[in-house]
């Protein structure tokens, strides 16, 4: 779409107020509105102004006037404002220099799209996110200097089966075993269909909705795989309208990894290959479950610098309650057909060189997708150009291991603070091609200590209280 098909789109839809969206450097949505009367084809060429020091992880005060360009690509009506919107995602730049800003997060997955056509080794990757998510009835949590909580609620939580609900129906998914019930146990099935109804009239293909395993409302919506930019553009979308859709329906989706002890995590299994020519490079009809060598460098890859990316991809202190042995948690370093405790999948559905992709599957939804997208890529591309092997693939039960066997097996970090350190002992990778620039990574390593892994560490737990106060 050009600019003034843009104008135009806004005109024959009677568009009230134009909407500017970007994501901050954590990954979350931001955006400011225009009057209707405001867009023209020159906002396109001369962008528009917004102060980047109130951003998270953006400039200091001194420095904070930053640029938006709306990609004239990513326009489309909103589907979720009741007055007419139409919605732009935007790039960053400088606007003394004109420059792309090197912590723009769309402009960073852009580099890591050119990067891969650069080496020769591509022409194109894409990109199937698997997101889970809870929709929950209830929400609360406090924190102040002498008292800290949090309680979430769902009529669907087993917890519930004997409270009085006047009457209570039962149909409450057992722990852990919330994959695929029907209806009435399912409870969200009209509200999911709503959700995908949404995402197919913004423009984001829906291949796949279902209950996920864990009680209280856990689910999962698939999107059709996409290129990387693109397929981050619609991961933004993906939240923004289930965010919306759950708000309506007086509900709450939470994307974080683990909001509940004892029971699945939400995780966002990550599906990728790359195509040279038309062709998959990641198919080889002879190859271990039909994989070519690249595949395998590129597996290599992920694996060699899987902690690492941990800092990116699983970026929250919550994410590591996930990260822990069982609730198919993928913290086991290894690749597998099949195995869904392997770090590394490989799906064995079908037979099909279109279908032959890599799973990575340690993601969680908290993470900023452009970023996480990124890093794999270029992580994968290590493996590649460096012909990094991955060994043996490792078919069996991890959880049934021996302990002798389990212990030759390299672990997932085990707290945010260990990736981030992992990330700083091992990130060249990510600064080739200057798609990561390293006062990205200095201010994402900064930001992630300051705000998150000290501010929790700092904090008593309510279960400390449980097992100290009487000693």
């Not at 919107?85 to 402009?107: A, Q």
């Not at 006047?166 to 146990?185: D, I, Q, T």
């Not at 021996?402 to 260990?418: K, Y």
Request: charged share 25%; glycine share 8%.
């Amino acid at each position: 779409m050009t600019p003034s098909e843009v104008v135009a789109l806004a005109k024959e839809n009677d568009v009230k107020i134009v909407d500017l969206k970007f994501t901050d450097l954590p990954g979350m949505w931001q955006h400011f509105s225009l009057m209707a009367g405001e867009l023209s084809e020159d906002l396109f060429e001369e962008g528009i102004g917004f102060d980047g020091s109130s951003i998270r992880g953006f400039q200091a005060i001194n420095e904070s006037d930053m640029l938006l360009f709306p990609d004239p690509s990513t326009a489309l009506i909103d589907p979720v404002c009741k007055v007419p919107t139409l919605s732009i995602t935007c790039n960053i730049k400088d606007p003394i220099t004109l420059e792309s800003y090197t912590r723009d997060v769309r402009h960073i997955a852009q580099k890591a799209e050119g990067y891969l056509q650069s080496t020769g080794i591509a022409d194109i990757s894409y990109w199937g996110p698997e997101a889970e998510f809870y929709l929950l009835n209830d929400i609360r949590y406090g924190q102040n200097q002498n008292s800290g909580f949090y309680s979430v609620d769902s009529v669907e939580g087993s917890w519930n089966s004997g409270r009085d609900e006047n009457p209570n129906l039962g149909y409450k998914p057992r722990y852990k075993e919330g994959y695929f019930p029907v209806p009435p146990s399912d409870t969200l099935q009209d509200l999911r269909s709503e959700i995908c109804l949404k995402l197919i009239e913004a423009g984001v293909d829906v291949e796949v909705h279902h209950h996920e395993v864990g009680t209280a409302g856990q689910g999962e919506i698939d999107i059709r795989y996409g290129e990387l930019t693109s397929t981050g553009d619609k991961m933004a979308l993906y939240k923004y309208i289930i965010k919306n859709v759950a708000r309506e329906n007086n509900l709450v989706a939470t994307f974080m990894p683990k909001p509940l002890f004892q029971d699945n995590g939400s995780g966002m299994h990550v599906h990728q290959s790359l195509w040279k020519d038309g062709k998959n490079i990641f198919y080889d009809p002879q190859g271990y479950s039909l994989l070519s060598d690249d595949a395998l460098y590129y597996i290599g890859g992920l694996l060699a610098h899987a902690r690492s990316l941990c800092a990116i991809i699983a970026p929250t202190t919550n994410s590591y309650k996930r990260l822990v042995p069982g609730y198919e948690a993928p913290v086991n370093i290894a690749y597998s057909q099949r195995n869904r405790s392997a770090c590394v999948r490989i799906p064995v559905y079908s037979k099909s060189e279109n279908a032959k992709r890599v799973e990575f599957r340690t993601p969680d939804p908290s993470c900023n997708p452009y970023l996480a997208f990124s890093a794999l890529l270029m992580a994968g591309l290590d493996g590649i150009q460096n012909r990094i092997h991955p060994g043996d693939p490792l078919d069996k039960d991890l959880y049934d291991l021996e302990p002798e066997e389990l212990a030759d097996i390299e672990s997932t970090p085990v707290s945010l603070g260990d990736s981030l350190d992992a990330l700083e002992e091992d990130h060249e990778y990510l600064l080739k091609g200057d798609v990561f620039t390293q006062d990205v990574l200095d201010v994402w390593i900064d930001y992630k200590r300051e705000n998150e892994v000290d501010a929790v560490n700092m904090r008593p737990h309510p279960y400390e209280f449980f097992l100290y106060h009487d000693i």
